[in-house]
């Protein structure tokens, strides 16, 4: 037997996990990391690096390492990724599975924005604040480029790439996540943040932001995630994937 576990985020590598620890003798676990970042976490069993080559090259890959099941654990705004995993587990009648931790939800005092792109949120900004916080990360920043006379603290694992094109005045820090509410409120008080700009990515290892920010006063423009691809099952956590597995019929997980 062969899994096949598309990831990055910390449910993929809990999920890759809980499937080594339960694995029968003689079958695979695999994640496949997009490679977008510089030295990712590794999961525990097999790993490659890279894509696929659309949804094609993904069939053809599945074929070709006789997966019996595929787990879409990627980042919730990691779209493109889940439609070529849906059309090539539908080509190749593997079973499919998305795992999506929960979106967060606003709660008493949170001043919230929600947009759909990272281009509504740049139209957003001029009307909420002058001096932002952006943590969407750096694939999405040519979004925020002319957004002048705005002033960004841009947080991410990695740089923007060369070339890319970025807002004029702007300071990069190279964080990574889980981050503290102390630490958080440093952030706000020190930059003299007034507004601050985020995906609804959900989890823990971020959401101390929010707490910040409600307690600062100030707004948060909230990027939605994108839909599920139509009829593929959606689970919240590891262990109801792990459960899922068990019940599909070509696939005989202890």
Same mark, same amino acid.
């Not at 976490?41 to 099941?69: N, S």
């Not at 943040?193 to 990515?201: A, G, N």
């Not at 929010?210 to 948060?220: N, Q, Y």
């Given at each position: 037997?062969?899994?096949?576990?598309?990831?990055?985020?910390?449910?993929?590598?809990?999920?890759?996990?809980?499937?080594?620890?339960?694995?029968?003798?003689?079958?695979?676990?695999?994640?496949?990391?997009?490679?977008?970042?510089a030295g990712p976490r590794l999961p525990p069993g097999e790993v490659r690096i890279g894509g696929f080559g659309?949804?094609?090259?993904?069939?053809?890959?599945?074929?070709?390492?006789?997966?019996?099941?595929?787990?879409?654990?990627?980042?919730?705004?990691?779209?493109?990724?889940?439609?070529?995993?849906?059309? *090539? =587990?539908?080509?190749?009648?593997? %079973?499919?599975?998305?795992? +999506? @931790? $929960?979106?967060?939800? !606003? /709660?008493?005092?949170?001043?919230?924005?929600?947009?759909?792109?990272?281009?509504?949120?740049?139209?957003?900004?001029?009307?909420?604040?002058?001096?932002?916080?952006?943590?969407?990360?750096?694939?999405?920043?040519?979004?925020?480029?002319?957004?002048?006379?705005?002033?960004?603290?841009?947080?991410?694992?990695?740089?923007?790439?060369?070339?890319?094109?970025?807002?004029?005045?702007?300071?990069?820090?190279?964080?990574?996540?889980?981050?503290?509410?102390?630490?958080?409120?440093?952030?706000?008080?020190?930059?003299?943040?007034?507004?601050?700009?985020?995906?609804?990515?959900?989890?823990?290892?971020?959401?101390?932001?929010?707490? *910040? =920010?409600?307690?600062?006063?100030? %707004?948060?423009?909230?990027? +939605? @995630? $994108?839909?599920?691809? !139509? /009829?593929?099952?959606?689970?919240?956590?590891?262990?109801?994937?792990?459960?899922?597995?068990?019940?599909?019929?070509?696939?005989?997980?202890?």
């Amino acid at each position: 037997m062969h899994v096949l576990v598309l990831g990055g985020t910390t449910e993929a590598r809990r999920l890759a996990g809980l499937l080594v620890e339960t694995a029968p003798a003689g079958a695979r676990v695999t994640s496949s990391l997009a490679g977008r970042v510089a030295g990712p976490r590794l999961p525990p069993g097999e790993v490659r690096i890279g894509g696929f080559g659309g949804a094609d090259g993904l069939a053809a890959w599945l074929r070709t390492h006789r997966v019996d099941a595929l787990i879409d654990a990627t980042h919730p705004f990691a779209g493109t990724i889940s439609f070529n995993a849906a059309a *090539a =587990a539908a080509a190749t009648h593997v %079973p499919l599975l998305a795992l +999506r @931790r $929960p979106g967060w939800v !606003p /709660g008493d005092g949170d001043d919230w924005h929600p947009v759909d792109s990272l281009a509504g949120a740049a139209a957003a900004l001029p009307a909420l604040g002058r001096r932002v916080f952006l943590t969407t990360g750096r694939m999405g920043i040519a979004a925020f480029a002319g957004s002048d006379p705005l002033w960004f603290l841009m947080r991410s694992v990695d740089a923007p790439d060369p070339g890319t094109p970025c807002p004029a005045r702007m300071e990069v820090l190279l964080d990574r996540g889980p981050f503290t509410l102390e630490g958080e409120r440093r952030l706000i008080d020190r930059h003299r943040i007034d507004v601050l700009v985020t995906k609804d990515s959900g989890g823990d290892a971020t959401a101390p932001k929010l707490t *910040a =920010a409600r307690e600062a006063g100030i %707004p948060v423009v909230v990027v +939605r @995630r $994108p839909p599920v691809p !139509p /009829g593929v099952p959606v689970v919240g956590a590891p262990e109801p994937a792990v459960a899922w597995l068990r019940e599909q019929p070509t696939v005989h997980w202890p």
